[in-house]
């Protein structure tokens, strides 16, 4: 069937199941109730302590679904201890259901090989998504938003029969957070609905200290066993390319432009709020943003992390009320955690659950994102590159665009001299309804169905170009970028946030 | 069919159903999985602002249940406010599903003698419960402490069809807490249960804040509708008669006694863990564990609430590490939990519920706690009063004494020249066998079970008498208390903490 953004999707996808197609943005509305997780138990006194390896002998049995946060990023050691263990006890069929895998995952390719894993529902961000695009994956992988991810556990569509949870403080009953200790990652809370749908979940630590241990952001009401390990995961690991703001002066020249249209748009003023993230331009973004609140002395409500130090700075300038946090994406702000008060650690369903009564991304004036292609239906892509090749996560990128009153897309014209700005996405990750306005290096685009911006932003002397001719522009200069060459096989399912399939993704030739 | 505790309980009680027998204080094992509430959807712009008719008007119908909190205690107005709109509009046959109702409750009644609440469950602090003791309810009231209630509506026990929150402070979406604005009643935590559950959520606030109000004890994801009123509850309303430290010199004795007992038990030093509570002689009792503390230079880990300003001026001298808060019962601990991060607001179920892996409770050295009466099996009745009249709900009273490794239960021997020490107890509200020790003014009793704490009390020299002995020493004082003289109709239901009927209470004759 043709969905919503016109891509061509079976009914059904072998290995997956029946097909919901996606239909727009907002088109499906839920019913029926949540899935109800089992009842707990347990008797005063008992002890929750346990080995890993000993948990895992007891609780994971082939073909069961395990679950891991990614806090950690590039630093995380929890996935492949957990899976070399359960190579070690001989358990096959696993499906892994990380919120986020990165290079330092590569060992998980190994335990694919051996049939240690047969599927893996998250994001792959690098090599285990270059290789699941070979075709390794006896499964098609399967692509969540983080608040996709949450909405799926709750509405039981994937059930998690074993979390693991690598938290940096934990009290010997499970009470669990990220920001103390001597390894922080920032808040544990993409771990949170695991803990709360999980048939049995174990917290992992390397700093066990006394009852109680708080903020609370793992309860020990949900946390079957506390287990003790040296290493969980190395901090510097969270830091990583992305976290640096752009020194190119054509990217922080699209970050300007990014700032010239907020302040046209109106929406800069006392009560803005905005969704910051990582990536070079909009670190830079963020940072520029700050210097105009100031300019201004205007007074936003909230910030929407992940965040940084660039968005600390405003907070602690007084430049905004408070900051939403999900994730932090580096040590000045797991510190700002632990000290501002106003610094608040929100879970994927508060910031983006569909399934709900609402989110944070819907309150934020204006978002800046990033992609990887965009094409000149204003469809975004940001998992795989031009070749074909599953590289990247969706992350929060379709939720943040289908809330914020004003959805920035910002890339380069080309990158590596490939266009950008393209006729067709190779992956439709965001519906083009979503995004409302495209800024390049060479120029600003806006969605056509949102006059109002266009209006706004040609009465502030803002050039406003025809997403078509930008993409002809970053063709006459690289030429038409080819195809890329695919087999029939579908290896990965891009969900839109709703649980609805949006894209597929298809085997690479060699 | 005898239960654990020797009480005769019929295998169904009309309007109740069939019973689930108590057994034993950890006998039940709960097995398959909690409620699966509904699930929710808002569009990005829905206005969520309704007016408090409307809300009913469109979502109350009869025979509905419909719940609320108790924070501000005896300054409630929305139960009463809601009602009479119910009551206006014609709604018959409701369940009334507070977590307690208090004496400015009594106009309740006229609507239950008007058919618009036909069933009652939750604690009846007063006149609400001597009417139901007379009759006036066609359905048994089913009794329950503050981590069943959580229990059961997690278990899908009890579905609650509309939410009805009093919220001090709240934005537009719903995020609220009871901490700030005007008139603050400390955590609105025991509602968090009826927000993450009830097919409607109505958050009702007197201080509509800007997006996004924090903390989010209760929140946007889950929250239907706000509704914005003049007056939700005067926090005067919170301190009570109960809430005066005693200045009977018999009861002092026994706040002193009881604090001599948990020196000689040997658990008073570093890590120490106590459950505070309301009560004059509770409050005694907290004063001089501080002082006690302060004297031996120990510091404690947590002082569970509800508290009060002589649990926080313990915390403010740095002698416990945190307050884990369930509700306030004093401006002071209100205050706290604004300006101190170590007054930690903790839902009911991480408190106390049964269905869980694990409670605050569990963890407590110490709990001292009231009684209106003690047989002398150990047995506590603290809902009904020796003339058989339903005047007191359970609090966390079984669920502490179930918990704390030393469950001392004070009281004087004879109260209004009534014996407080029985043969049996009018009404079994917890069970002998979780309750360790008994202070009176005339001496301590300790359970049998626990020759160890026999030991630790005589090595220190305190006397410890029988407590037969003590029950006959009141008998001979005031002569053995008449028994209430009642009828057949069981007019309510006491659930055990696992939601097992430990007790039932019969209508009494006029």
Known sequence: MINGVGRDIPDEIKGYGKVRHYKGAFEYVPTGNRYGPVKKFIKPGEDKIMTLRNVIKKYVKDGM??????????????????????????????????SALFPCHEPVIEHIKNGVV?????????????????????????????GNRYRTVEAGEVHIDVAFIAAPTSDEYGNANGIYGPTPCGPLIYSKVDSLYADKVIVVTNNLVDYPAFPMTIKQTDVDHVVVEDNIGDPKGIVSGTLRITRSPRRLKIARTVVDVIRASGVLKDGFSFQAGAGGISLAVTKYLGEAMEEEDIVGSFGMGGSTRYLVDILKKGRLRCILE???????????????????????????????????????DVAFLGATEIDTKFNVNVNTHSDGLLLHGIGGHQDVASGARICIITAPLLRDRIPVIVKDVTTVTTPGETV?????????????????????LKAADIEVRDI??????????????????????????????DG???????????
Not at 84 to 92: A, H
Not at 500 to 510: G, L, M, N, P, Y
């Open 118 to 146: 047969t599927r893996i529902e998250g994001s792959m961000n690098g090599p285990v998504g270059e290789a699941v695009s070979h075709g390794i994956l006896p499964y098609p992988a399967v692509l969540r938003s983080h």
């Open 326 to 364: 999900g994730q932090c994406f580096d040590e000045e702000a797991i510190k700002s955690l632990r000290e501002n008060p106003n610094h608040v650690i929100v879970d994927p369903s508060f910031y983006a659950n569909y399934n709900s009564r609402g989110n944070a991304v819907y309150k934020e």
């Open 436 to 456: 409302d306005v495209v800024v390049t290096d060479v120029g600003v685009a806006v969605n056509p169905r949102r006059k109002d911006l266009l209006e706004k």
């Open 500 to 510: 609805s399939v949006i894209d597929v993704v298809k085997e690479v030739k060699e």
């Open 65 to 98: 679904t395990i679950s891991f946060h990614h806090a950690f990023r590039n630093g995380d050691v929890l996935v492949n201890r957990v899976l070399d263990i359960c190579s070690d006890l001989g358990i096959k069929n696993l499906r892994l259901f990380p």
């Open 468 to 497: 078509k001719e930008l993409q002809e522009e970053a063709y006459d200069i690289a030429g038409e970028p080819e195809k890329p060459e695919t087999k029939d096989r579908i290896i990965a399912v891009i969900q839109y946030r």
